[in-house]
């Protein structure tokens, strides 16, 4: 059945006013700040496209869950973190991982499934691992990281150690009962995880209001007494400021937070789901796009003088060739040789 989003999630004209006045806050405070939030959802748009690219080429195989649209949560989250902090997130994670500081040619060898991937070719596209930058993975089970994140949080703080974890899902895993069981003890041994829920309405071709009695889901904190906020998915520095607030209550506290930042994916739930015209309307998808994240972000810097036209074409050939190196990279390396089958299994 088709449907419209309603309401609060419908387009607000003054959303625009609300990005340009947080840009011009931010413009005054540090403008190399604005411009690398920018550069990393950029590259991230760039490398999702051209990962689409490479998957219709036949060059990736297996399951591909583009992030485009939802950039904004990922580049603005891991901005205020630290290098030694943790993420950790589910299947929809090329995006974080590459937010986290991971190389773009390891991302995209591993998408090709070769040698030189950062899981040696023999994870893809839903198992990224990165340890050199604490990324924990890429999870393909809805909500089954949710619990390894509690336990990361749990083994900072056993250690004595002041770092955060950053846990990412979908509004699909919220009423899985592992999240649950990870918020009571998360509260009750205070435990420095941020739970990051990306509620882009929908859990393949559900729809949040077919699967959940709750709509507003960072509600759901309030029954273990954490802290819980919802957050502008699609303006980055909203995301940035909501996730600092948690990161310092985290550090200073000890304390988890659950954050719901509301978003939008564009594209199918996979590559294997083109036709998003079966669960929802085209007309939602393009009113949705006039939200989009980098769009109204760049347009903002603009507006606001941290940026011009030429310092905006220099970044996104960039960040083009950035995505270039890494698909000659992934094409140069080899297949993960026969001997290495049963290695780190
Ligand atoms: C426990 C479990 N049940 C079902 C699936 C099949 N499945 C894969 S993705 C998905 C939808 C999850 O949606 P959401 O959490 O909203 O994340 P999104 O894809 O929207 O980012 C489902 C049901 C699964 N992987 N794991
Ligand atoms: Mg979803």
Known sequence: MKRNLKGSRRVAEKDKDRVSSRAAKGAGMDARVMRHLLRQMLLIRRFEEKAAEM???????????????????????????????????????????????????????????????????????????????????????????????TGVGFAIKYEGKDQVVLCFFGDGAVNQGVLHESFNLAMLWKLPVIYICENNWYAMGTP???????????????????????????????????????????????????????????????????????????????????????????????????????????MDKEVTDVVDEAVAYADASPEPPLGVLYEDV
Request: overall charge neutral; proline content about 3%; hydrophobic content about 35%.
């Open 55 to 149: 998957y219709a080429l036949g060059k990736i195989g297996g399951f591909l869950h583009l992030y485009i649209g939802q950039e904004a949560v990922a580049a603005g989250a891991m901005s205020a973190i630290r290098e030694d902090d943790y993420a950790i997130s589910h299947y929809r994670e090329h995006g974080h991982c590459l937010a986290k500081g991971t190389d773009p040619q390891r991302i995209m060898a591993e998408l090709f499934g070769r040698h030189g991937g950062l899981s040696k070719g023999k994870g893809g596209s839903m198992h990224l691992f990165d340890r050199a930058h604490n990324f924990l993975g890429g999870h393909a089970i809805v909500g089954g990281h949710i619990p390894i994140a």
């Open 208 to 314: 949040l209001e077919k699967a959940s009695a709750v709509q507003d889901l960072y509600k759901k904190a309030a029954a273990y007494e954490m802290p819980g906020e919802p957050v502008d998915g699609m303006d980055v520095l909203a995301v940035r400021e909501c996730v600092g607030r948690a990161v310092a209550r985290a550090r200073g506290e000890s304390l988890p937070t659950f954050i719901e930042a509301r978003t939008y994916r564009y594209r199918g739930h996979s590559m294997r789901d083109p036709s998003a015209a079966i669960y929802r309307t085209r007309e939602e998808v393009e009113e949705q796009k006039k939200r989009d994240p980098i769009v109204r972000f760049q347009q903002c810097l603009m507006e606001q003088g941290a940026l011009d036209e030429d310092e905006w074409r220099k």
